[in-house]
């Protein structure tokens, strides 16, 4: 079992958050709920729920609500034929009166397991749609056989025709092949198959946008990013996301939960920041969104915080169109006095960074961290969840306001449990030296890594006067994340990580090196079908990363070396492997800040998609008898609320023992306000 290291003892800054969740995190609390396919599904724990106020934990209530309503958004706009086919399957899953021990009938079952996990019918990472395991005659012979009035049908369509159309869909493999296509392909929005765009190739897009955009606007809203670009008559248009408009009855249930959660604010900052959201809403206008996020952004007094809208954007092959998300928090305080030291010494990391001076911020400005307890997951954050977030992503909300980052403790605090034993470690690791160490340092290393991507390194630097912030287009979230994740690889190895107490000793930050390497380049190939290339951005820009240090670093550096007949990362000098990031981070931050869109290209279609055949075939064989899921997800805690007589509040408390199906199905009765098909 991986514990939480003795060597976190030696944190100053951190070993009150140690204690802390060793305390809190109970020993009988069980963290796996069950496997199926290539994922893991766990639960989190919520610590410290108990001692907020009644006030506190009714506005995390009325937000986790608002949380859950957008669920239906993002089905739809991964793909047009989502909703219909989860609810068509739903409906036979409920209703079917067969032998549920059927071969057949069990694909089906694990088929919308994987769709609900997915938010649709293609993998959340890889972005490959599924293959069922049921056969069309069986599809269709148990939809017949649900009533008409339980099925997804659109005005005036049979059963017969519902069958007819979504059939085609999930059994045809090049019918809506993959969700996100990034490269590869002469036009991008026609390769995929996410519901952005209706009607409109690549180039009619990028000259909507491109009429749109001033250069001479220093405070540019984020174009495109909450609305589906179409083309109707032959006309290019929007249609946006609001209420009124696309999308309209989950975001009314959306603002509803919000004017409730406006009610019980912490203090009239907070409500600011709500009431600024619910306008964003209902207008649907950019600038209010960008209000929203300065007031967001300064909101530092707030126990309870929360993320909820169209936010994140690489489910665009463009880096435009945002997916709707929501993760709802309150504040770690032990564990944020980390995260303070980072974000209060801020300027000195910026002004000691390898890159270029003019690439430099002058003045860092307001840089706020802290780590986080998640307490509802919700959107493009649920089941898979990031263990991090940056935001807001405006880049002149970034230079004018600062950013707001946060590392998600109890998720990864998760995670770490669940992988007690798993065994991947020993079987990928060279020796005992980087088993030992991954052991003793791997946890504190892993979150401070976190740390320093969130805070500094999507905070780091600046674009160049006249540089359009999506110049980079479809390489653009890959090259971000490889920018932050360089800042964080950079400074881990750097004296001043053990002179403001956030690492033991000079060496600790090797167990991440190793680790990072050995992920890059090996592991995270496990998440990968065997032939395909590396699809999803964060993935990419691992990939990225690693081999770029293989290749440049130097075998006396970095190399791949054979024992046994297996394949291992050795990493001879941690000295070198340091200079090479910091070699890497200057030419990124360059190409970021220069808009430079023929490098960002050549650097990721060099480093970050290929996969080496043999390799693969060797790491998948290896990975097969470990019984490893490459992915996990989770379930979220169930609300529980108590009122009296009026109606009132009176209690809220945290229930944890829903399962995973219990948990999809009653989501798609409770949160499922859209139309199968939305226009």
Not at 171 to 188: C, E, P, W, Y
């Amino acid at each position: 079992m991986i514990t939480l290291s003795t060597a976190a003892a030696l944190l100053s800054a951190c070993s009150g958050n140690v204690q802390k969740q060793e305390e809190s995190a109970s020993d009988d609390f069980i963290y796996q709920v069950e496997k199926f396919a290539d994922l893991e599904i766990l639960r989190y724990q919520v610590p410290g729920f108990e001692e907020l106020s009644l006030q506190q934990r009714t506005l995390l209530y009325y937000l986790s609500q608002a949380a859950l309503e957008g669920r239906d958004i993002l089905f739809d706009q991964n793909c047009k034929y989502n909703l219909q086919i989860r609810r068509t399957l739903e409906a036979v899953y409920e209703n079917y009166k067969g032998d549920r021990g059927d071969e057949q009938f069990k694909a089906l079952e694990l088929y919308l397991k994987r769709v609900w996990f997915s938010n649709g019918i293609h993998h959340h990472y890889a972005e490959d749609k599924f293959k069922p395991g049921f056969t069309a005659e069986f599809f269709g012979k148990c939809v017949s056989a649900v009533s008409p009035e339980k099925l997804p049908l659109k005005e005036g369509q049979s059963v017969q025709q519902l069958i007819d159309e979504l059939t085609p869909v999930i059994q045809d493999s090049t019918i809506m092949a993959k969700r996100t296509v990034q490269s590869g392909n002469d036009d991008l929005i026609l390769a995929s198959a996410n519901n952005y765009y209706d009607g409109v190739t690549q180039a009619e897009v990028e000259a909507f946008y491109a009429a749109m955009k001033d250069p001479n606007d220093e405070k540019p809203v984020m174009y495109g990013l909450n609305s589906r670009l179409v083309k109707e008559d032959g006309v290019v248009k929007e249609k946006v996301w609001k209420v009124g408009g696309l999308y309209s009855a989950a975001l009314e249930r959306v603002v509803g939960w919000l004017e409730k959660a406006a009610s019980v604010a912490e203090n009239d900052a907070q409500k600011a920041v709500i009431e600024k959201l619910i306008e964003y809403y209902r207008t649907g206008d950019l600038k209010k969104f960008d209000e929203y996020a300065v007031l967001w952004v300064n909101d530092l007094d707030s126990r309870i915080d929360f993320v909820n809208g169209f936010t994140e954007s690489y489910g665009d092959p463009l880096g435009m169109k945002a997916s709707w998300e929501s993760v709802v928090n309150f504040k770690n305080i032990e564990a944020t006095k980390r995260t303070e030291i980072i974000s209060e010494n801020a300027q000195w990391f910026e002004d000691n960074s390898p890159v270029a001076k003019e690439f430099k911020k002058e003045k860092v400005k307001g840089v706020s961290a802290k780590v986080i307890t998640v307490a509802m997951l919700g959107g493009d954050c649920y089941p898979a969840t990031p263990i991090g977030i940056n935001l807001p992503n405006s880049n002149w909300i970034r230079v004018a306001h600062g950013s707001k980052s946060v590392t998600i403790e109890n998720i990864t605090e998760a995670y770490d449990r669940a992988s007690a034993g798993g065994g991947q470690t020993k079987e990928f690791a060279w020796s005992d030296v980087e088993v030992n160490m991954l052991k003793e340092f791997g946890f504190v290393t892993d979150n401070l890594h976190t740390d320093l991507h969130e805070c500094l390194g999507h905070g780091s630097g600046k674009l160049l006067p006249g540089v359009d912030p999506d110049a980079l287009r479809s390489y653009g979230s890959t090259v971000e994340e490889a920018r932050a994740d360089l800042f964080a690889l950079y400074y881990l190895a750097d004296k001043k990580m053990v002179e403001l107490n956030l690492l033991p000793n000079k060496d600790a930050y090797k167990a991440e090196y190793y680790k990072y390497m050995m992920n890059g380049l090996m592991t995270q190939l496990t998440r990968v079908e065997l032939g395909n290339n590396v699809e999803e951005a964060h993935m990419r820009n691992r990939q990225l990363i690693a081999r770029w240090a293989l290749e440049n670093g130097g075998k006396e550096c970095v190399e791949l070396a054979k024992k046994d007949g297996k394949t291992y990362v050795v990493i001879h000098d941690y000295d070198k492997l340091r200079e090479t990031f910091g070699k890497l981070l200057t030419e990124v931050q360059r190409i970021k800040s220069t808009g430079d869109h023929e490098a960002a290209k050549q650097l990721v279609e060099n480093y970050g998609v290929k996969v080496d055949a043999e390799l693969h075939k060797e790491i998948l064989e290896r990975f097969a008898p470990l019984n490893i899921a490459p992915y996990r997800g989770f379930v979220n805690p169930r609300y529980v609320v108590t009122t009296d007589a009026n109606g009132a509040i009176t209690d809220v408390q945290l229930d944890y023992t829903e399962g995973y199906m219990e948990q999809m199905m009653r989501y798609s009765k409770e949160y499922s306000s859209l139309p199968s098909v939305n226009k």
